[in-house]
């Protein structure tokens, strides 16, 4: 007896010493760093920025001592916030500057450089550098981890002394007052560290998940032509959207893998000083268990990777209809492809099914083997003939009870880390796919003399990497000086944009050697037109200059359109340009161009999509004017343009056949004789345009119009409506509403009423378990046989319903699934083309990727664990208040107290949900952008400050998930306290009423209860 209650209160004082040590040495180490913040990425993306109100905006974490930590308590002042207002994205602070993307970026650079430099000859492991990373808060994590499982496990060593107690057997005369207390202390102990653990865990995920969305982004912008053959936009984004985010949950679940391994073996010795040798039979069982799941893990892991396979075809095709919504509506090919999707999203479901059966399976095994532990443990002390008495008895229940919660996370553990190995092969395989080749910098900065010249001597390029027996372009020799104009002309199909590329450095040179000095624009001959106002388009990055900025208008012969527009240059532009004409996006895309006052200009046909007046306007005004001292590389069919050339390459079959002036090549090449002859008969009555070469040369003396360019204010934004709208946010308390829809799928209520009546069921056979136990443990007219019996006989009973609610758990997921997806694919399908206009693609594909991947995997699951865990908790408040009535009195008033600090958290958390389910959106947008526009960031060198857009987009969306899982853990740590008060209180009765009130097993089954809160 003296014995039992000392190792409790030794065991009691170890994690409480650690905890007080951790305190001192982390409130030291809070006053020294966390001081300075840097606020300068956090800058709005117009460039104008505020330095004094980033810092004031940074999350109160930063400077939160070591006492405020561990309590949340730094998150007051945005829960207060949200409970008297509606958040705003104004009122979520931002990270840390540690936490931000841009910081975990750099580091996991830094760090594989590290590895690079120790070992040059090997390829430095991405999951290591992850690892070495975030090692400190990995440790720190891990520790927080460790003192909740010692503290867990003080409980039945506790318990065990509080039975002796009950008993009479005192070890002093306030034995019993000390227990209940050191009862409450551990509890705390217990929740103060387990919170701990799971929120540093989470920041790490949220950090992983940040830099592995930062360097997915910054691959795209440099993958290979080949690269992009087996990755398309729509695998990327969900590399970013699904794979990215799965790798973010794993570190929440790293420290369950070894954590349940420790509490199981001192559990294993608790349960030993309880049973003795019948400890043996717990063992088995749990290694049983263990090996029953193997194969399952192996298939999980195989239906995972098909899952995600089939996930990456439906995301395709959907891209695919999306983008090209306009011309399935067109030609009413709405059916078609709505139907090509089904078929996809059937495959999918089909593998969907096979993995949540699986996880099912896994739910079912680990969550009744407790039951099962118990019944082949108390049958092993029956042939042992060990005796069973309530200290010993629930001494085991309580400590099975313990380790339950960890056994049954195993599936869970299971199935994330087969998710995370999966996505994390995707990611990987995608970062070392081949990249454009590192030589393609440019000689910007060489003598000045050459700036603007392109020099290529036996060249040969290829779009399949290195290939040089399928070269695309074969035997190139072309020498451009500086401000010479060079027309491409040839057939469709001859080389013209290809070689284009190759000068960009976009066709890998299998041969020879190219030399560009100066700096690009480049037009494409697909228009590329980013989601924004025009101006943003044609500014590009670059300082706004009024009288550049008008004379580009009017070079581009954008002027009489800016007019016509609603909101003159500031008008939203739909996605790629959804809302203007073909000519004006390509004007748009030339007026980009000119503003950067480049050094070469490669135009790639940019006259075919507007008609002749507009064209002969363009060339005169944008080639002649606009561009006299720039090197130009125009590809056309217009041949009325070519005698103003210096020179016209004509290409056939790869290969420049002839380069020469226009009038040689009339003269001496009959292949381009039939050319022009061509495009003469097709241009039919059209006129020719009179332009000479003497007249390019002599056009610089023209008159200029003049502009009179009034103030910046006439640049500001006029009022009114634009095209492109907010994304909608929910506002307020919208109920359980989002659920009964769920629920209202396909049977949805009646699976769900039913898997929860089931639950209740295999509760109830747990009460009624142990309360058979507690009733008739010490009962001599009930033999030790017939005990075990009827223990095993609820068991399984209880075992099977489990089953079942497990099975109409997946029935619920994959029918609710099917129907959500179908209602949300006939949206689509059926929206009017203005809403498609108005909304962004990232947007949309946010919804069919990471929002349905939730509702696919976690949804289903997480009804039904929110359903077990109430279940769970009334039932054991049911159970204490029939046993123990007083501590009704102090129940009720807490349950109130829990019920109205959840309508507290809820208030902020849901906005800050919201606003993460919106930001999260924005990613996705920009990915898909960058993803279509790739070449023309890089022609003109914009790959830094789009990635700097996408670290902005990330934090943006970090925010409110960062301030979300802080807010969960400030709940639950408050909740966890009224528990432990709950749990103090009904200890406190049973010691202050006389000796004799209740049985020894009353005792102990409704402390195993209390403690189960």
């Known amino acids: 007896m003296h014995l039992s209650f000392k190792v409790g209160v030794d065991v009691l004082s170890f994690p409480g010493a650690i905890l007080l040590l951790l305190c001192t040495y982390r409130e030291s180490k809070c006053s020294d760093t966390d001081r300075e913040i840097n606020g300068s990425l956090y800058a709005p993306l117009n460039g104008e920025s505020n330095k004094d109100d980033s810092v004031s905006r940074v999350t109160l974490f930063v400077k939160a001592g070591f006492f405020s930590r561990i309590s949340f308590w730094w998150l007051n002042s945005l829960m207060k916030s949200g409970k008297e207002k509606t958040l705003q994205d104004e009122d979520v602070p931002m990270l840390r500057e540690e936490d931000r993307a841009e910081s975990?970026?750099?580091?996991?650079?830094?760090?594989?450089?590290?590895?690079?430099?120790?070992?040059?000859?090997s390829q430095p492991s991405v999951l290591k550098t992850m690892v070495l990373c975030h090692s400190r808060e990995i440790l720190i994590s891990g520790f927080f981890a460790l003192l909740k499982v010692l503290a867990m496990s003080s409980g039945p060593m506790l318990l065990n002394s509080f039975i002796l107690v009950a008993e009479g057997y005192e070890s002093f005369k306030y034995e019993g007052f000390v227990l209940a207390i050191a009862l409450f202390v551990i509890k705390i102990i217990e929740s103060l560290s387990q919170r701990q653990w799971y929120f540093r865990s989470r920041l790490i995920g949220l950090k992983v998940r940040s830099l592995l969305t930062a360097a997915v982004y910054k691959k795209q912008l440099r993958l290979s032509n080949s690269a992009r053959l087996t990755h398309s936009s729509g695998e990327i984004m969900n590399y970013v959207t699904v794979d990215a985010y799965r790798i973010g949950e794993f570190p929440f679940w790293f420290h369950q893998t070894w954590t349940t391994s420790f509490q199981l073996c001192?559990?294993?010795?608790?349960?030993?000083?309880?049973?003795?040798?019948?400890?043996?039979?717990?063992?088995?069982?749990?290694?049983?268990?263990?090996?029953?799941?193997?194969?399952?893990?192996?298939?999980?892991?195989?239906?995972?990777?098909?899952?995600?396979?089939?996930?990456?075809?439906?995301?395709?095709?959907?891209?695919?209809?999306?983008?090209?919504?306009?011309?399935?509506?067109?030609?009413?090919w709405e059916t078609s492809f709505k139907n090509s999707i089904e078929g996809l999203r059937n495959e999918e479901l089909k593998w969907l099914s096979a993995v949540q059966l699986r996880k099912a399976y896994n739910a079912f095994l680990f969550w009744s083997s407790p039951v099962l532990?118990?019944?082949?443990?108390?049958?092993?002390?029956?042939?042992?003939?060990?005796?069973?008495?309530?200290?010993?008895?629930?001494?085991?229940?309580?400590?099975?009870?313990?380790?339950?919660?960890?056994?049954?996370?195993?599936?869970?553990?299971?199935?994330?880390?087969?998710?995370?190995?999966?996505?994390f092969t995707r990611i990987l395989k995608f970062l070392e796919a081949p990249e454009l080749q590192s030589e393609s910098v440019r000689n910007r900065y060489s003598d000045g003399n050459r700036r603007g010249s392109i020099s290529i001597k036996s060249a040969e390029f290829s779009w399949e990497d290195s290939n040089v027996s399928k070269s695309t372009l074969r035997n190139i020799n072309l020498e451009v000086s500086p401000g010479q104009k060079v027309a491409i002309c040839g057939e469709v199909g001859s080389g013209k944009s290809s070689l284009l590329a190759a000068i960009l450095r976009e066709v890998p040179n299998t041969h020879g050697k190219i030399d560009v000095y100066g700096k690009f624009a480049y037009v494409s001959q697909t228009t590329?037109?980013?989601?924004?106002?025009?101006?943003?388009?044609?500014?590009?990055?670059?300082?706004?200059?009024?009288?550049?900025?008008?004379?580009?208008?009017?070079?581009?012969s954008l002027e009489k359109d800016l007019e016509l527009l609603p909101h003159g240059d500031l008008t939203e532009i739909g996605e790629r340009g959804v809302n203007l004409s073909g000519g004006q996006k390509q004007r748009i895309q030339l007026a980009r161009a000119l503003y950067q006052d480049a050094d070469i200009y490669l135009l790639d046909d940019p006259f075919s999509v507007v008609d002749a007046h507009t064209a002969t306007n363009l060339f005169n005004e944008y080639i002649m004017e606009g561009l006299a001292e720039k090197t130009v590389l125009l590809v056309t069919h217009q041949v009325d343009f070519l005698p103003a050339f210096d020179f016209v390459l004509l290409m056939s079959d790869g290969e420049i056949l002839q380069a020469a002036t226009y009038h040689d090549l009339l003269t001496s090449c009959k292949d381009f004789q039939d050319l022009v002859?061509?495009?003469?008969?097709?241009?039919?009555?059209?006129?020719?345009?009179?332009v000479t070469s003497s007249e390019r040369h002599s056009s610089s003396a023209k008159e200029i119009r003049k502009i009179h360019v009034e103030k910046e204010k006439e640049f500001e934004a006029p009022k009114g409506d634009q095209l492109i709208k907010q994304e909608e946010r929910e506002i307020g308390d919208h109920g359980l509403k989002p659920y009964l829809q769920y629920l209202n799928q396909n049977k949805g209520y009646a699976y769900f009423l039913i898997a929860s009546l089931f639950h209740l069921i295999f509760v109830i056979g747990q009460i009624l378990q142990n309360s058979w136990m507690a009733a008739n443990v010490d009962n001599p007219k009930v033999s030790t046989l017939r005990l075990i019996l009827v223990y095993l006989l609820i068991g399984v009973t209880s075992a099977v319903f489990l089953f079942m609610r497990s099975l109409l758990t997946v029935a619920l997921g994959l029918q609710s699934s099917k129907s959500l997806f179908l209602q949300l694919?006939?949206?689509?399908?059926?929206?009017?083309?203005?809403?498609?206009?108005?909304?962004?693609?990232?947007?949309?594909?946010?919804?069919?990727?990471?929002?349905?991947?939730?509702?696919?995997?976690?949804?289903?699951f997480g009804l039904l664990f929110a359903v077990a865990a109430t279940t769970t908790c009334y039932a054991s408040l049911t159970v204490l208040a029939v046993v123990t009535w007083q501590v009704l009195f102090v129940s009720i008033p807490m349950i109130y107290f829990a019920l109205r600090l959840q309508r507290y958290y809820f208030a902020t958390a849901k906005e800050l949900m919201r606003m993460n389910g919106i930001t999260k959106s924005f990613i996705a947008n920009h990915l898909a952008e960058s993803v279509a526009g790739a070449v023309t960031i890089r022609a003109f060198e914009e790959e830094d400050r789009f990635f700097v857009k996408n670290l902005d987009l990330i934090d943006i969306n970090a925010a409110p998930f960062f301030h979300s899982f802080a807010a969960n853990e400030w709940l639950i740590q408050r909740l966890e306290t009224v528990s432990a008060v709950v749990l103090a209180s009904a200890a406190l009765c049973m010691v202050v009423?006389?000796?004799?009130?209740f049985s020894s097993g009353e005792i102990t089954s409704t402390t195993v209860f209390r403690m189960s809160l």
């Open 104 to 121: 975990c970026y750099s580091m996991f650079l830094e760090q594989l450089n590290k590895q690079n430099q120790k070992d040059p000859s």
């Open 266 to 332: 001192i559990s294993l010795v608790i349960l030993f000083r309880a049973v003795g040798l019948a400890t043996i039979a717990s063992l088995v069982v749990i290694v049983i268990t263990v090996l029953c799941n193997t194969p399952v893990a192996k298939l999980q892991h195989k239906f995972q990777s098909k899952l995600m396979v089939a996930q990456d075809a439906r995301l395709k095709a959907t891209s695919e209809a999306l983008v090209n919504m306009k011309v399935l509506k067109l030609y009413a």
């Open 373 to 423: 532990v118990s019944a082949v443990t108390f049958g092993a002390c029956y042939f042992l003939n060990v005796p069973l008495h309530a200290n010993n008895v629930f001494t085991f229940v309580a400590t099975l009870r313990l380790v339950q919660e960890p056994i049954r996370s195993i599936p869970d553990v299971i199935g994330v880390v087969i998710q995370e190995k999966v996505a």
């Open 528 to 556: 590329w037109i980013q989601t924004g106002s025009i101006r943003d388009n044609i500014l590009f990055g670059s300082p706004m200059d009024a009288q550049k900025y008008q004379k580009t208008l009017q070079r581009s």
């Open 677 to 690: 002859n061509a495009h003469r008969e097709t241009a039919g009555s059209e006129g020719l345009m009179d």
């Open 825 to 860: 694919l006939n949206s689509l399908f059926r929206a009017p083309m203005l809403f498609y206009d108005s909304t962004p693609l990232g947007r949309i594909l946010s919804r069919v990727s990471s929002d349905l991947s939730i509702v696919d995997l976690d949804v289903p």
């Open 993 to 997: 009423l006389p000796t004799g009130t």
